[in-house]
């Protein structure tokens, strides 16, 4: 980074200006101790915490130095003002933009329209800051003209929907709003949004006849003048991985609920397609290219493309066959081995038809006609780039695999390692942060801070975000940090484990698998009965949500709201409004979700999860540990449980004055070796075994 003549101090701290390198580590420290003074003075019931001062001091050190800052935050820190105050610091001192970025939409918002407001106005301080969503969240006025004119809206929306739809698009022509999916308190329909929202594949940009007054294109140029832009891990991976061409150009990165970035990078460099694909750009463009190209033109484009349907369709098919052995429907295989399977015709026709594309492209003046050009050369690229990783298999790297879905025929291809990818586009000052990124890996616990960061807390996680040797490959500084929740689990909660209630064996069936869940239904029951509601279940499968739903609606007298019934923010809305309630869900409740107070009170997680052992990166990188006699359970599959459960833990206790108890419903936490280091990783509270013994504790402690 190209350093600044003087440095501006933030206007909270009483410095004089000076040279940027006579700006010393005390002076930094000086500038958030500042802010955090200045914050309990303007917030009388702000309380002040050594911790979360400590991390935003090593946050804005490290921001300055341009390095690498990886911290464990327990819950209850306060870490989102702990960065956000180290970025304001930061952007005064060197006038350089930050980017935060975050796994849910909810944290998201939340740092968007509550966090940075109110430290603006806390400290004074006049910062400009924007929301950068992906694009296809953007209202798009071309999109929205051929819908009307193919009259979709009709086909699509009810004529009060309609109604509404009329009055947002008119507030956004006037510029009253943004013209985003979050811009409105009811979302229109998923499949009405798909023919309005931007197209980043199709938009002419400045070619289209909208360009000028897109609202896509001026929330891009907010972001230009913003200091601090709040996105999203898929949008910043996406930018990452595009040449940097969507977000402006930044000069540090803080990801929060960093454990999520591994999971968004994947999906991002999961490439995807089927029998179908070429047959459905086709369709979806042709009637516009019909009426758009010269006559001879248009049939040289129809000959090309019967050519390269019926090429495409022998190699999905030849590939099929190949893997179909006993392939049944909604199951998939993975590749191991090259096949003799020509990829060669269709990379020389999709070229072809590339260069075709291109040069119609160059003299098109019409915007409707380029949207469509521009999406068929965009899916035309991404299918080279597929038949290319086909074309050099490399099983070192790469994950191949095929699955049927709903009858059809798909491909998939993945990178292995997305360290690898991520880390040579990674050079700006970073800070990673989470309630949960470390891995304990020993069954008893650490003995303290050193004690925990010596030994190998991060290692899983930096070689996961940043490839096997990040330090030597990078030439970045890496500093680790923990900082434990200020909560006292010990005396706010209970943790119970029935000693007697086992999940049966992957994939078992039968009479053992009836009578689990025969006692399992027992035990939730039981336990909702106990907390009198107020209770979150997690599940790792629909089929035993449902189950339970109707059960405990059956026999407690309390309301159920289920994530597979409502939808998950529907169900949790009503979950927090409804007192004595039972809100039940798989996946996406295991983290992220906030619930304070007597509302929540008992965490019920009917098993652990882990990743299926179908998994296909799973069983890529399976095979590789493997071949170094590595344990792939105890080096991948156990960590990332360990991850999981300590998020889904981390939903009971909320603030310094929850009180409830955690059922784990699963002895194998108990009974079995990895169950110990599981445990050596959850918070230190009381463990009990029989419900007679939770509910003492619970009298005793008057947690309920
Ligand atoms: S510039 Fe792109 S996003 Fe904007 S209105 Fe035109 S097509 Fe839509």
Known sequence: MEKKENISFPPWYDGENQKPENISVEVLNEIIEGAFHRIAGEYPEYQSRKDQIEMSKNILASLMNESVYIVEAGTGIGKSFAYLIAIIAYSYLTDERVIVTTETKNLQMQIFRKDIPSLKSLLGVDLAFELALGSSNYYCRLRHDEAFVEGKFRDLVSESELERYNTWTKEVNENKIHGHIFDMEKPFPEDFWKFIGRDPDGCPANKCLHFNYCNYYRAKAAWNNSKIIIANHHLFLYNLFNEKRTLPPYSAVVFDEAHGLIQSGQSILTHRFSTETIREVSRKFESRIKKSLPQEAYE???????????????????????????????????????????????????????????????????????????????????????????????????????????????????????????????????????????????????????????????????????????????????????????????????????????????????????????????????????????????????????????????????????????????????????????????????????????????????????TPPGDPLLQARSKILEKKNENPFMKISLPRSCLMLKQAFGRLIRSETDTGFVAILDSRLLHKNYGKRMLANLPDIPLVKTLADLKSVIKKNSLI
């Open 300 to 610: 040289e484009w129809s000959e090309n493309w019967k050519n390269l349907e019926s090429v495409w369709h022998v190699f999905f098919s030849s590939w099929e066959v190949q893997l179909s052995l006993n392939f049944e429907e909604n199951s998939r295989k993975i590749i191991f081995e090259k096949q003799n399977i020509d990829t060669k015709e269709c990379l020389f026709l999709l070229e072809k038809i590339c260069d075709n594309i291109a040069e119609l492209v160059i003299d098109e003046k019409d915007s409707g006609t380029l949207n469509a050009l521009n999406g068929i050369l965009k899916a035309v690229k991404k299918a080279m780039l597929f038949f290319t990783y086909y074309q050099h298999m490399n099983f070192e790297k790469m994950v191949y695999w095929g699955e049927k879905i709903h009858s059809r025929f798909y491909l998939f291809v993945c990178n292995l390692n997305l360290g690898d990818e991520l880390s040579p586009l990674m050079t700006e000052g970073q800070v990673w942060t989470s309630a949960t990124i470390g891995y304990w890996p020993f069954d008893k616990r650490p003995r303290d801070k050193a004690d925990l960061l010596r030994g190998g807390y991060f290692r899983d996680f930096m070689s996961e975000a940043f490839g096997q040797s990040p330090e030597s490959d990078m030439g970045m500084d890496f500093k680790t940090d923990y900082f434990e929740s200020p909560f006292n689990y010990a005396r706010q909660s209970v943790m119970y484990i029935p000693a007697h209630l086992s999940a049966p064996e992957w994939g078992a069936s039968g009479g053992a698998k009836e009578l689990y869940e025969r006692n399992l239904m027992e035990e939730v029951l039981e336990l909702i009965k106990l907390s009198g509601g107020g209770a979150l279940v997690l599940f790792t499968s629909n089929y035993l949500l449902n189950h339970a739903g109707m059960i405990i609606k059956e026999q407690l007298n309390l309301p159920v709201f289920s994530q597979l019934e409502f939808g998950a923010d529907l169900a949790l809305k009503k979950f927090k409004e409804t007192p004595n309630s039972v809100l039940l869900g798989t996946n996406s409740y295991w983290q992220g979700i906030d619930v304070t107070g007597k509302q929540l009170r008992s965490l019920i997680i009917t098993k652990m999860m882990f």
